[in-house]
């Protein structure tokens, strides 16, 4: 199987303020994944190809591990489903976004199905396909596809080695729940809670020297959510979700492209507020790159600190990056110890 026709129908990244997975396209705003990847979150992202948006839980069954995110913006291709039930020995596919990959495509073949198997803080799942298939932390959610890029089922779980079991919820166990949903109009319950990440939100993850209103804490954490996963796929140079978290400004992206060719360490957010109803987030952090490949004050540099003052814009229901640039009088950039220097 060919990655550019692996699967009949966009898939998704998925990442939320308690983890992160894949998903497929399975309506018009609709995307479906594993009801572990998005129960608890405080937060929910969906990035599709150069753009995100915020997404809401529609309907989820916790005793099949399914959920369906309804997003604020129309999506690509909708996934078409296999008219036939998996058998032992069809080829198939598993397409998701795994950490530090990207998207890619993992092939295997179906090993058994009707297996049951018990997931820690899902419970006894039933009635699965069991596929010879590896895949990594990301996948979970990922859409499962024949020969011919047609959706078997939805990857539930996935553990690193390849040749590995992994187990996907079929067609079968989806078709009646997903009619029900696609026709829902309000968001279900997913016991939101608040969780740490390196950028916000929650209580214990802001410095205790920065204070943010309550009157826009809401803002400036959705704010710092896109921080994170900016700052994420700057780590896995995931240049397709680096600008999807992003206003299409020429600037920021070739700032944020820059990145790209730099290690980035020590990410701390150092202030934050709001300014015309609109968040804004300071974020100092230090990089390291080969000589000549610094800043363009300093290219010779192999170790930078930056303070970088964020702004935001509201697009697709969420706050996207406006433009990133000096905090006020402050340097943008100084020069770090490094051995090389």
């Not at 079991?165 to 608040?194: C, N, Y």
């Not at 952090?285 to 600190?305: A, L, M, N, V």
Request: glycine letters at 10%.
């Amino acid at each position: 199987m060919d990655d550019d026709d692996v699967v009949d129908g966009d898939v998704d990244e998925i990442s939320c303020l308690s983890g992160g997975g894949s998903g497929v396209v399975v309506g018009k705003r609709e995307v479906l994944t594993a009801a572990h990847v998005v129960d608890h979150a405080a937060s929910i992202r969906v990035t599709v190809g150069t753009e995100s948006a915020a997404g809401t839980v529609v309907g989820m069954d916790r005793s099949k591990d399914i959920a369906l995110i309804r997003v604020a913006s129309t999506l690509g291709s909708i996934a078409e489903p296999a008219s036939h039930p998996s058998t032992p020995g069809d080829p198939i596919a598993v397409v998701g976004f795994a950490g530090g990959e990207g998207f890619a495509s993992k092939n295997g073949v179906v090993r058994a199905v009707d297996r049951s198997i018990e997931v820690a803080g899902v419970g006894k799942l039933h009635n699965l396909v069991e596929l010879q298939s590896s895949a990594a932390q990301g996948d979970s959610g990922a859409p499962v596809v024949d020969a011919s890029g047609k959706l078997v089922g939805i990857l539930q779980s996935g553990a690193n080695g390849s040749g590995s079991s992994q187990f996907a919820i079929p067609m079968a166990s989806l078709e009646t729940p997903l009619e029900e949903w696609l026709g829902r109009h309000k968001p279900t319950d997913v016991d939101a809670r608040s969780c740490p990440t390196p950028m916000g939100p929650g209580d214990t993850a802001w410095p205790s020297d920065v204070t943010v209103p309550r009157a826009v804490a809401t803002a400036v954490d959705e704010a710092a959510f896109t921080l994170s996963v900016l700052f994420q796929a700057l780590a896995d140079a995931d240049e397709p979700t680096v600008i999807a978290q992003q206003v299409d400004s020429s600037d920021t992206r070739a700032f944020h492209h820059s990145m790209l060719k730099r290690t980035v360490e020590q990410v701390d957010v150092s202030d934050a507020g709001e300014l015309r109803h609109s968040p804004w987030i300071v974020v100092e952090f230090t990089t390291q790159q080969g000589r000549g490949d610094g800043p363009s004050t300093h290219p010779e540099q192999t170790c930078t600190e930056w303070r970088v003052r964020y702004s935001f814009r509201a697009v697709r229901g969420t706050w996207l990056i406006d433009n990133a640039g000096p905090d006020g009088s402050r340097p943008l950039v100084r020069t770090c110890s490094s051995p090389d220097d």
